[in-house]
């Protein structure tokens, strides 16, 4: 956490480094400005990725859960919910997933893609649905311009407020390559974590009217810090 703190003062500038394992960002309404940028850990292209996520609300409309964009490549990786649909892309290809209705409620959503077979796979809180194929064989640049909240139609930009999500993001975790299913279940528990974005010491930029709130909810997994747990149980 110093080390982070420090390394931030000397190259990030203005950008925060935080441990979030208490926290959500809280995106009050719609808009076309309010999002989150996240920094990786380091610059570096891609050929396998996993990113991980909590997500809570209430939006039926269409809504951009995360956005990946490089230079002239808006859709790098990509993953929108048009209920019942998950729609994820992988530079510029989409694939459409079917999946079950959905109850209002947090729900832990990752999506992988491996460059080597071009398989992709969507999990559902802890359910995999059946895998498609798109891009094989291609990278993900290294100019990453990675964002919560709105959906990239250029590189850090061409937000529209209709795809923008609306409700509380956390947990987010983002790798290099792709995570077995055991992996999987570690992130949902808690103690997998990501190498390339990590919530535990995420490099982050809030744009707009987005708001760090503390979470607000208990179950097993859930319970990250022990004094979310004191203030909940006691
Ligand atoms: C990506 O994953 C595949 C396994 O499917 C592995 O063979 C390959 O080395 C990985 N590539 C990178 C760059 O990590």
């Not at 050929?47 to 269409?62: A, D, G, H, P, V």
């Not at 744009?207 to 997994?221: A, D, E």
Request: aromatic share 10%; hydrophobic share 40%; net charge neutral.
């Amino acid at each position: 956490m110093k080390l982070c703190i420090l390394l931030l003062l000397f190259i990030m500038g203005t950008l925060s480094c935080e441990d979030m394992s208490d926290k959500v960002f809280l995106f009050p309404g719609p808009s076309a400005t309010a999002h989150v940028i996240l920094k990786p850990e380091i610059k570096k292209s891609l050929k396998n990725i996993t990113i991980c996520l909590r997500s809570y609300t209430e939006l039926t409309r269409e809504y951009c859960l995360f956005s990946m964009a490089t230079p002239g490549v808006d859709n790098a990786f990509l993953i929108l919910t048009k209920s019942p649909n998950v729609i994820m892309y992988a530079l510029q290809e989409d694939r459409t997933f079917r999946i079950d209705p959905e109850a209002l409620a947090w729900k832990h959503t990752c999506g992988t893609w491996d460059s080597n077979t071009g398989v992709m796979q969507l999990w559902v809180n802890g359910k995999l649905y059946p895998r498609k194929v798109a891009k094989k064989g291609s990278i993900i640049g290294d100019e990453a311009s990675i964002i919560l909240g709105q959906d990239q139609d250029t590189f850090g930009g061409g937000f529209d407020a209709g795809q923008s999500f609306v409700g509380e993001i956390g947990d987010v975790h983002m790798w290099d390559y792709t995570l077995t299913p055991d992996e999987i279940k570690g992130v949902m528990s808690g103690h997998v974590k990501g190498n390339h974005i990590n919530w535990n010491s995420l490099y982050y930029d809030i744009k707009g009217n987005v708001l760090v709130q503390p979470k607000l909810y208990c179950k097993s997994w859930e319970c990250a810090s022990s004094t979310v747990k004191e203030s909940i149980v006691g």
